[in-house]
């Protein structure tokens, strides 16, 4: 689904690359000095033909020279100062826009929104390089061309017009340059996504890609997409190539021409400036259209520099910063929903309808009900990772949603339907990727029943478990995920089928857990389709399609399942009801 664009008063990348202004000023600077040092050379020889060689004069040619590589050298100084002063703004504004598209990233995978992460980054890549390349750098001189199209106006007017004539035609070939190869650039741009795309979510499964046969298809598919963006790269770069050539064609006639047009004047007596200054100004006429052609040369950079500066402009539109909210004292775990209404963000279709229920601090809730009911999202809305549509779900009578997560997250265990693990050790995971705290991550396992098992491991808690816990068996991935949950005893735990991959010990090690922490003053919320956990729960709730089919303490709601336990609409739960 397209994403909603959210109008503003301000571009942040705007921002940000106003934020550099000072930079481009102090680059725009060097360049008129590097501009006006390229006419030394041109200087050079008009001084050694008009000088050197009438007067003979081996002083003045050894001081001219001296001076002609005293000014190279000054000249090649400031090339490089200019161009650390752009890597500089470059590095500047990565800097000023790498935490917040992190931060846009993060907020996309949360809401659902479809982005491409990897191409977030590629963008911004893009713009920092583009920043600091030759392609700005041209750009730069364009204007400074003109102080070329002076001095040759100076020299003579017919040329200076020449001059202008050409640069002129320089300009119409950057436009049908702009015109043949955006769209296609464009396109292919979009294509290499997508075909990017295809493969990171096809290699995600290559198990199941291997074990049934199917890498031929996925490969001609993935094939198929890569082909389509070399197709519409090459259309492009055939265009910019002809348009380059055409360029360059110029350039080189310009020269000739203002050359000959200097020798037919002579002939003519309209150019008394002899065969030094003829020179001068076929060699300036060739310096008028360097940087455009430059520019032309370099276009795809250009486009990609807007593709990519479009892109990030929508995803910076579409994903404001939150703004900072009051601090709040540490929630005691009273938590209570009120006719809440939600939907998956991105998402018109009602999960969620109208549940209302309320869990004092250190009680514990159990959530049953046939799958697809929206126990899944229930959960996601106690912890307020998602919002509500309608109604409100609040801890100690604030919004969840609302509540700023790096004030409350220390606060909540949450464990999901699938276990989350990331790259880093045992204790590194169990301590929520924070300062890790020895005996509160031990007291944490040994709370699961899984401290023996890890004492058992060669590197104990300092194991790697390697990308999403990929050198875990299920069980104990499910049981780390647990102990992160219970790390330091959260006021409000929420955990979704927590005792799917666990066996009798580990739902044992569960149950007794979740009594402790009832003890202490924990509130629980438990979504599960098994009975092992329901002795330790004080009340249970049934959702059936998004709506409560029964709620109330354990005892008299499992009493009502036990009793229509045959029909239709709840024979999902009869395992529970047995139980």
Not at 33 to 52: G, S
Request: glycine share 8%; aromatic share 6%.
């Amino acid at each position: 689904m397209k994403i909603a664009q959210q109008k503003s008063e301000k571009s942040e990348l705007k921002e940000a690359l106003a934020g550099q202004v000072a930079y481009f000023r102090h680059a725009v600077f060097f360049s008129f000095f590097t501009n006006l040092l390229i006419m030394a050379p041109t200087l050079y020889m008009l001084e050694v033909y008009d000088r050197v060689v009438n007067s003979r004069s081996g002083m003045t040619l050894a001081m001219l020279t001296v001076l002609v590589v005293g000014l190279y050298a000054l000249m090649e100084v400031l090339e490089w100062v200019r161009a650390e002063v752009l890597q500089a703004a470059g590095r500047r504004f990565d800097a000023t826009l790498a935490e917040r598209l992190f931060d846009c990233i993060f907020a996309a995978n949360l809401r659902r929104i479809p982005i491409n992460s990897m191409q977030v980054h590629n963008d911004l890549r893009n713009l920092r390089e583009f920043i600091s390349s030759p392609a700005l750098l041209a750009i730069i001189d364009v204007p400074m061309a003109m102080l070329y199209i002076l001095a040759i106006f100076f020299i003579n007017a017919i040329m200076g017009y020449m001059a202008i004539a050409a640069a002129l035609i320089s300009v119409v070939l950057a436009l049908f340059t702009e015109r043949d190869t955006q769209p296609a650039l464009t396109e292919a741009h979009r294509s290499a996504i997508d075909a990017q795309n295809y493969a990171t979510g096809s290699l995600k499964n290559a198990q199941v890609i291997e074990a049934m046969g199917m890498f031929g298809s996925i490969h001609a598919r993935w094939l198929k997409k890569h082909r389509q963006s070399l197709f519409r790269q090459a259309c492009a770069s055939d265009a910019a190539g002809s348009y380059s050539s055409v360029s360059k064609f110029v350039q080189m006639a310009q020269s000739s021409l203002l050359l000959g047009a200097g020798c037919w004047l002579t002939i003519e007596g309209m150019f008394p400036g002899g065969g030094g200054m003829m020179i001068v100004a076929s060699i300036l006429g060739a310096r008028v259209l360097s940087p455009l052609t430059q520019v032309i040369a370099m276009w795809k950079h250009v486009v990609n520099a807007r593709a990519a500066y479009a892109s990030l402009s929508h995803v910076l539109q579409a994903l404001p910063a939150k703004a900072p909210g009051m601090a709040l004292p540490p929630p005691k775990g009273q938590l209570k929903l009120d006719a809440v209404i939600a939907a998956a963000p991105n998402s018109t279709a009602i999960v969620i309808r109208g549940v209302s229920l309320a869990v004092s601090a250190g009680q514990a809730l159990a959530v049953v009900g046939p799958t697809a009911s929206g126990k899944t999202t229930l959960a996601r809305l106690i912890v307020g990772v998602w919002p509500a549509v309608s109604g409100s779900v609040r801890l100690d009578d604030v919004d969840v949603f609302m509540w700023d997560k790096a004030e409350l997250g220390p606060h909540i265990g949450y464990l999901p339907q699938d276990v989350e693990l990331f790259d880093g050790t045992l204790a590194e995971n169990i301590a929520r990727f924070g300062a890790v705290a020895m005996p509160e991550v031990e007291a944490a396992a040994r709370a699961v029943g899984v401290h023996e098992t890890i004492m058992n491991l060669p590197e104990q808690y300092d194991t790697a478990i390697g990308d999403e816990g990929c050198f875990l068996s299920g069980g104990l991935r499910q049981r780390i995920g647990l102990a992160r949950a219970v790390y330091r005893r959260p006021r409000l735990l929420v955990l979704d089928e927590p005792n799917a991959s666990l066996d009798k010990e580990g739902e044992r090690a569960l149950v007794q857990m979740l009594l402790a922490l009832k003890a202490s003053g924990t509130t629980i919320v438990v979504i599960t389709h098994l009975s092992g956990v329901l002795v330790a729960v004080d009340s249970m709730l049934l959702l059936v399609d998004g709506q409560v089919k029964a709620y109330g303490s354990r005892d008299d709601v499992l009493a009502s399942l036990q009793g229509k336990a045959a029909a239709p609409a709840t024979s999902a739960t009869a395992q529970i009801a047995a139980a």
